[in-house]
């Protein structure tokens, strides 16, 4: 077996699995922004990937093991990207680093808002999200919560009152 990790250090094989920043971004926009298929991550990224990159980002990300790809049943031809246990177990770290964002850069207020409400919600938002999660993407029983849900409509409220103000 040919060993391709630099050090056995955990923080190092995180970085080894998740260390570019598309890899992040497509997790991102399958967990948050419910995509699944290889168009719609093409066609709503909010940071233009190219559909190059988004194809090998996929593919290095099943093989890690944390997308599968599962037949499409309404498409012969295509396929269903759903997050593993591994990736879903991601969710405190991107509230993490979407708090780290929202104190330490300069984001959209629209784009932020999930973060803010992650962060204010704490490990039990993060831990009634990825029971959601993984009902969507593992098929476990549904939660009385809906936590996607409640992100979806702080985004689309804070997408309203930007459109508000610029038209004021």
């Known amino acids: 077996m040919v060993q ?3 050090s056995g250090c955990p923080i190092n094989l995180t970085l080894e699995q998740l260390g570019d920043r598309w890899s992040l971004i ?3 926009d399958i967990m948050f922004g419910n995509r699944g298929t290889y168009g719609e991550l093409l066609a709503q990224s909010e940071e233009k990937i190219a559909s190059n990159i988004l194809a ?6 099943t093989a890690s093991g944390l997308l ?3 037949p499409d049943p309404g498409h012969k031809q295509k396929v269903i990207y759903k997050l593993t246990e591994a990736a879903i177990q991601l969710v405190p770290l991107l509230a993490h680093m979407g708090a780290w ?3 330490h850069t300069r984001p959209s207020y629209e784009l932020s808002v999930r973060a803010d409400l992650l962060e204010r ?3 039990a938002l993060w831990e009634a999200f990825m029971a959601e999660l993984r009902h969507i993407h593992l098929a476990a ?3 009385a919560r809906s936590v996607f849900a409640e992100l979806q ?3 689309e409220e804070a997408v309203a009152a930007s459109r508000q103000a610029r038209a004021e």
């Open 4 to 6: 391709t990790d630099r």
């Open 26 to 28: 497509v997790i991102r």
């Open 56 to 61: 090998d980002r996929l593919k290095r990300l």
């Open 68 to 70: 599968t790809r599962l």
């Open 101 to 103: 964002g929202n104190r």
């Open 121 to 123: 919600g704490g490990p």
């Open 141 to 143: 029983p549904a939660p």
């Open 153 to 155: 409509s702080t985004y």
